[in-house]
């Protein structure tokens, strides 16, 4: 998952480092998830881009991105100090084709793409926001269970 992160932020870089600096936090030792990495790093990327275009117009902004374990899970958080959302555009945040962004050319498909990604891996994505102040997303991911102990030789079989 790490990997995954720091892989979007150079990515991004050239795109974000204008309006944001991005900080990576991760967890050392992280366990793995089943899934596709390269859909996870959509997700991120999607999450950073978003991230620097909430930064206010003339103040250069901070990203966090970080993982952790928590509950079994897997947890990625993307947070930033921009613009924050109100609550009814944090209620319609998922849904396809709602975008704030109509004007600057947003689609209102990557937060609804990347929904449905993380429900596809068995996760859920979560939006906290205040207006002024900013918005993190929280991601959070199975741990991918143990695989069974292998019998030993000449072991009974049940």
């Keep these: 998952m790490n990997t995954i992160l720091d892989a979007a932020r150079r990515l991004v870089h050239n795109e974000v480092h204008k309006s944001a600096e991005i900080e990576l936090d991760l967890a050392p030792g992280l366990p793995a998830i089943t ?9 991120v990327v999607n999450l ?3 991230a620097a275009q909430a930064m206010p117009e003339g103040r250069r902004g901070r990203i966090r991105a ?5 509950d079994g899970s897997v947890v990625i ?3 930033d100090d921009g613009k924050g959302m109100s609550e009814r555009t944090i209620k319609r945040i998922f ?4 975008t704030t962004r109509r004007a600057g050319g947003g689609t209102g498909l990557g937060l609804a793409i990347a929904y449905r990604i993380i429900e596809e891996h068995g996760g859920s994505i979560s939006v906290t926001s205040k207006l002024d102040v900013g918005t993190t997303f929280k991601i959070s991911l199975p741990i991918k269970p143990a695989p069974p ?5 000449g072991e009974a079989r049940p």
């Design 35 to 43: 899934g596709n990495s390269q859909k996870i790093e959509q997700v």
């Design 77 to 79: 958080e993307v947070a």
């Design 149 to 153: 102990a292998a019998k030993a030789p």
């Design 48 to 50: 950073l881009i978003n």
């Design 95 to 98: 849904e396809p084709f709602f």
């Design 66 to 70: 970080s993982t952790r374990v928590e």
